[in-house]
């Protein structure tokens, strides 16, 4: 039972360069998330998922894009790094509002930007 | 929007005292609650959740919670702090399509 994998788990990256992250679950969840976590600002949403091909923007969307084309992968892009995207990353996963579950977490990945 | 409020950066504890973490959200409605742990270079761990009915919820490696909707306050309680506890500790409020607004986290340091 994998639930939420991440991948890479790490990577540094030059200023200007692209790359993507990608997250799969294999828990049938409707909804997904990405979230990027720096030090003394707790957990911020970039983007999320409701369903297979939607996409749609949290609180910090500048500089990422993102991809559903299937239910279980949700992809995070960034096609010109910046220093200011050095972050971990969690990507997470629900079932649909109405069924009150939390949601399932990923280990993160660790983006540096140099 | 929501928002969360947990008021202390850092909290040093001895070993074998009692813990309580403060978290204050905004929410315009019943909101639903979730405290998670995360230890260094790892992820999230989910301790307890708050959906309704009963306001004092039970959660694992000893950890409990009480909502009150009056003082819009969710604080995470724990009576006897075991050294294994040190980390960063975050309350988080679900708004719509269960996205989550984290507060900025507690850091829990525990003295010998």
């Known amino acids: 039972n994998a639930g939420v994998t991440q991948t890479p788990k790490f990577r540094v990256l030059k200023t200007g360069q692209s790359m993507t992250l990608l997250c799969a679950q294999d828990m049938n969840h409707e909804y997904m998330y990405w979230y990027r976590q720096d030090p003394g600002m707790g957990l911020r949403l970039i983007h999320y998922s409701v369903g297979e091909g939607t996409t749609a923007k949290g609180e910090v969307p500048d500089g990422y894009n993102v991809s559903r084309l299937k239910k279980q992968n949700f992809l995070l892009g960034l096609e010109s790094a910046a220093p200011s995207q050095t972050s971990v990353y969690f990507c997470a996963s629900s079932y649909e509002a109405r069924m009150n579950t939390e949601a399932f977490f990923g280990q993160g990945t660790r983006l540096t930007v140099v | 929007a929501q928002s969360v409020t947990q008021p202390d950066i850092h909290i040093t504890v001895s070993e074998g005292a009692s813990l309580e973490l403060r978290c204050n959200y905004s929410y315009g409605a019943t909101p639903y609650l979730f405290w998670y742990v995360q230890s260094p270079g790892q992820g999230l761990q989910l301790l307890l959740k708050y959906f309704s009915g009963d306001t004092l919820v039970q959660g694992i490696k000893g950890f409990e919670a009480e909502f009150k909707r009056s003082q819009s306050s969710f604080n995470l309680r724990k009576p006897s702090v075991h050294w294994s506890d040190a980390a960063e500790y975050f309350c988080?409020?679900?708004?719509?399509?269960?996205?989550?607004?984290f507060g900025k986290g507690t850091m829990l340091l525990v003295s010998p």
């Open positions: 988080a409020v679900r708004g719509g399509y269960s996205t989550l607004t």
